[in-house]
């Protein structure tokens, strides 16, 4: 079992940046993929980015194309995901969450994630 923890949100303006870290403990993070997943108020959990367990391997949904950028340390056994030009619509409780990366696929379906962060606010909002 591997065990997540989410840091770094908080207020930001629209148009500004913040960088949101996934630390993990427990099982060798190397052989994980990590994904960050996102849920606004009224709405349903929306996945975000992630990144595979080796080759740099990364895939970002529909509204985090050329504005998020997924990325991991192994040697740190963390994972970060970088928001920039932030919008208003970004507002959600962002997860980090990761699955064991046996078959080397990359997915940002949930129910292939059975180990989730406790999640982390991020509000943009001028």
């Known amino acids: 079992q591997v065990q997540l923890v989410e840091s770094g949100g908080g207020l930001v303006q629209p148009g500004g940046s913040l960088r949101l870290s996934c630390a993990t403990s427990?099982?060798?993070?190397?052989?994980?993929?990590i994904g960050w997943f996102r849920q606004a108020p009224g709405k349903e959990r929306e996945g975000v980015s992630c990144i595979g367990s080796s080759d740099g391997r990364t895939y970002y949904g529909e509204s985090a194309k050329g504005r998020f950028t997924i990325s991991r340390d192994d040697s740190k056994n963390t994972a970060y995901l970088q928001m920039d030009s932030l919008k208003p619509e970004d507002t959600a409780v962002y997860y980090c969450a990761a699955y064991f990366d046996l078959l080397l696929r990359l997915t940002l379906n949930e129910g292939e994630y059975p180990y989730w962060g406790q999640g982390t606010q991020v509000t943009v909002s001028s």
């Open positions: 427990g099982s060798r993070f190397d052989y994980y993929a």
